[in-house]
């Protein structure tokens, strides 16, 4: 569970990472962690029944809680137990820090060369950059249910994993946080987190909610780069033999991607030099990549 408050204007994210970890064969009295450039400001152990619901708001978790001794070294945080954690066993640490991350998560701004450059936030994990914005096991084989209950500048929208509890603003200070919610386990490198200024285009496929986040100047772009998703869902689903396995299946789009596009779980990221005026499509079709990103949510989430 991440609590972050992102400072656009600072390219910074604050907050708590809270772990619940279980270990399967041996006892331990330590846990690692992989964090990259962080400032930590305390690790602690909550106690039973500490840690928040998952439809919970924004609340302090940290009044009981026990403070923990750590070493972070290069990007390895290591923390030492209270006491003992057997097989079975699950003990939940909170983890109090901030960064400017170099990698990982990405803040994109206008300039003097390019005034027209959208104002965005997004991340991009794969395969070992997750843990340059939040403290995690940053392996692809380990599997996690998360939530993210992020914090922005009220301009921005919000697309992450999974389903939106809530969103709540608060007019006073001009921000506004949204509240996602992963419950399949997936890996680090597919926790993912984009703000921007989007028009979401709602569509459905038997219920299945199929979202797309286009930019409000471009609206009949995205349409035609996004249109015939749930027909590819229908499509995969008869031809694997398995329906899509998620609660949702959005796309969003970003400036200055790495690459063409990434298979987040539930939510894909896609390069917005995806979109084409109805001239260049006579040319060309970027249906595959819509098609590629999709079919990993059999294959590989």
């Known amino acids: 569970r991440l609590e972050l408050d992102v400072d656009f204007d600072k390219g910074s994210v604050a907050g ?6 279980t270990p399967f064969v041996d006892p ?3 846990i690692e962690l992989d964090a990259a450039e962080m400032s930590i400001g305390a690790v602690r152990r909550l ?6 619901p998952a439809d919970s708001p924004l609340i302090p978790l940290s009044s009981m809680a026990r403070t923990l001794q750590y070493v972070l070294d290069r990007e390895r945080l290591v923390i030492e137990l209270d006491q003992k954690l057997k097989p079975g066993d699950s003990a939940t640490i909170e983890v109090e820090y901030s960064c400017k991350p170099r990698k990982g998560l990405y803040f994109i701004r206008p300039d003097s060369a390019y005034p ?3 104002s965005q936030v997004w991340s991009q994990g794969q395969t070992e950059d997750a843990h340059w914005w939040f403290p995690c096991v940053d392996t692809p084989h380990q599997k996690m249910t998360t939530e993210i209950l992020v914090t922005v500048d009220k301009r921005f929208d919000v697309l992450s994993n999974g ?7 608060d007019k006073v200070n001009g921000r506004t946080s949204f509240h996602w919610r992963q419950d399949q386990p997936h890996p680090s490198y597919l926790v993912t987190l984009v703000a921007g200024e989007y028009k979401v285009l709602e569509s459905q496929l038997h219920g299945l909610p199929v979202n797309y986040y286009v930019y409000p100047n471009m609206v009949e772009e995205g ?3 996004f249109s015939r998703t749930p027909q590819m869902i229908e499509f995969f689903a008869s031809r694997f033999g398995y329906p899509y396995p998620f609660s949702k299946y959005s796309q969003v789009l970003v400036h200055d991607f790495l690459f063409g596009a990434m298979e987040n779980t539930s939510a894909t990221t896609m390069t917005d030099r995806c979109l084409l005026d109805p001239r260049a499509e006579l040319d060309i079709s970027y249906e595959d990549i819509v098609a590629h990103e999709l079919a990993h949510h059999w294959f590989g989430d």
């Not at 708590?16 to 970890?21: D, G, N, S």
């Not at 389903?163 to 603003?169: D, Y």
Request: aromatic share 0%; charged share 25%; no cysteine.
């Open 16 to 21: 708590k990472a809270i772990l619940t970890i």
């Open 223 to 225: 349409r035609r780069l």
């Open 163 to 169: 389903v939106l509890v809530s969103r709540t603003e």
């Open 116 to 118: 027209d450059r959208p």
């Open 28 to 30: 331990v009295s330590s």
């Open 47 to 52: 106690q039973a029944g500490q840690a928040a």
